[in-house]
């Protein structure tokens, strides 16, 4: 059985969490750069492939970062890679670029799955993103009031 858990939800970002029969197999980044295609993303596959017009089009870059302690298994890497091509809104003014990261202590951080060890995940991979730690107590909750 594969299962994702979406374990944080921001306006540029959401981290995912895949499973495959309970255990854990890679965290997935997914972030709005909110920016153009870069000059190294430009010569990047399938984009270098792409007209200068058509690139010169492009607003916006959706980055998907697969980070796990091991390399994906191929069956693994095809299913996150088509899920993630269709989740993301890709237009005529926006494209997605995926990596796969093996982080070899990924899983020997101590914070797991709490701020600290997101931005530990976000400077792995090269991220401008970085959380700020949440603040309990400015938290809004449900009332029934």
């Not at 029969?21 to 792409?50: A, G, H, N, Q």
């Not at 980055?63 to 890679?81: A, Q, T, V």
């Not at 990261?101 to 970085?130: A, G, M, Q």
Request: net charge negative; hydrophobic share 40%; proline share 3%.
């Amino acid at each position: 059985m594969k299962l994702f858990n979406r374990i944080l939800k921001l306006k540029n970002l959401e981290i995912f969490k895949f499973f495959k029969e309970s255990d854990t197999v890679c965290y997935i980044l997914l972030e709005d750069t909110r920016r153009p295609l870069s000059k190294e993303e430009i010569k990047r596959d399938p984009l270098c492939y792409m007209d200068e017009e058509d690139i010169n089009e492009i607003l916006n870059v959706f980055k998907i970062s697969f980070i796990s302690d091991e390399k994906l298994e191929e069956e693994d890497s095809y299913f996150l890679r088509t899920f993630f091509s269709e989740l993301v809104n890709n237009t005529d003014v926006t494209t997605f670029i995926m990596d796969e990261f093996v982080k070899k202590d990924l899983y020997d951080d101590p914070d797991l799955d709490e701020v600290p060890f997101f931005n530990n995940l976000l400077t792995y991979i090269h991220s401008d993103i970085v959380l700020s730690e949440i603040d309990d107590t400015k938290w809004m909750y449900l009332s029934q009031d």
